[in-house]
């Protein structure tokens, strides 16, 4: 039987009690659900009506609902969503993808700027008691891969719409390219569980995650990530997919403003209260954008 998604209009004080509603998709995920929240929120607070439409799907179909005027805005990630939309694209780092992906988007889309401060790729990590025996970034890292253990977690991803990291494809193959890293080919995990305690244990001496140790269920304190700055991973930073000419210029800011303040830290944060202490999306979203005057 299907499940019918649900709409719930948020209540907030400078909302508007005329005009039409602004209604803001989310997806089967967490993240979907915060970022939904925290941008109808962020809508409310220009003096519009706003509602958040849980349950949408995948990403096909929050591209659908938007095409078919249900909703006007999805959260997104900038990288997976060219991914998508343009599979054959070698765009990675931020400008490139930024420009590969206003190139790709569907008639009738457009994407507000992206969120800086949010940094969802995959992630090369240490045990935090043996950083010191690493550089701080692959960069420099590249001359020292050969010989060293390395392991991925390959289940499911951290975010819930991105697919399984595959260890040749998406690990080998662009560390190689970018870094001239050598790896041999890297041990399997089921999940970053697994990783970690074989981490711990010295069996492998670096691991791969498929996003930000943050997004783990107690935010990977044990872990410390070797950056990326060449980005051998493709950018994957936060950002409102939007139906073209249904928010006006104020809205538009007002969603940029956003961007402007959300880290990769917020954003797990805001998953894990709502994932693991209950706490209401759009409660959740509320304080988030007091917090930072929004």
Not at 225 to 246: I, Q, S, T
Request: proline content about 7%; aromatic content about 4%.
């Amino acid at each position: 039987m299907a499940v019918l998604a649900t709409l719930a209009v948020l209540a907030a004080s400078c909302g508007s009690d005329s005009g039409p509603v602004l209604t803001v998709g989310a997806g089967e995920s967490t993240q979907s659900q915060v970022l939904a929240a925290v941008y109808a929120g962020a809508l409310a607070r220009t003096g519009a009506r706003t509602a958040v439409r849980d349950g949408l799907g995948d990403r096909a179909a929050a591209i659908a609902a938007l095409d078919a005027d249900r909703v006007v805005a999805v959260g997104e990630v900038n990288g997976d969503l060219l991914t998508v939309l343009d599979s054959g694209s070698a765009a990675r780092k931020p400008e490139a993808v930024t420009a590969a992906l206003n190139a790709a988007l569907p008639a009738g889309l457009i994407v507000g700027d992206a969120a800086d401060g949010t940094d969802l790729r995959p992630t090369v990590v240490a045990a935090a008691t043996r950083v010191a025996e690493f550089p701080p970034t692959l960069k420099d890292l590249g001359p020292r891969c050969a010989g060293l253990a390395v392991g991925v977690a390959t289940g499911p991803a951290l975010d819930p719409q991105r697919a399984p990291l595959d260890p040749h494809r998406d690990v080998v193959e662009p560390l190689r390219a970018v870094y001239g890293c050598e790896l041999a080919e890297p041990v399997s995990f089921a999940d970053p569980a697994e990783l970690r305690k074989a981490l711990a244990e010295g069996r492998i001496q670096l691991g791969v995650l498929s996003g930000p140790p943050s997004y783990l269920p107690d935010g990977g304190a044990d872990l410390v990530a070797l950056a990326d700055p060449d980005y051998a991973f493709r950018a994957a930073m936060v950002l409102p997919l939007l139906r073209k000419g249904e928010l006006s210029e104020i809205q538009l800011r007002k969603l940029n403003y956003v961007g402007g303040e959300l880290t990769t830290v917020d954003l797990a944060d805001l998953i894990r209260q709502v994932r693991e202490d209950g706490v209401a999306p759009n409660e959740a979203a509320r304080a988030w954008l007091d917090a930072h005057a929004l």
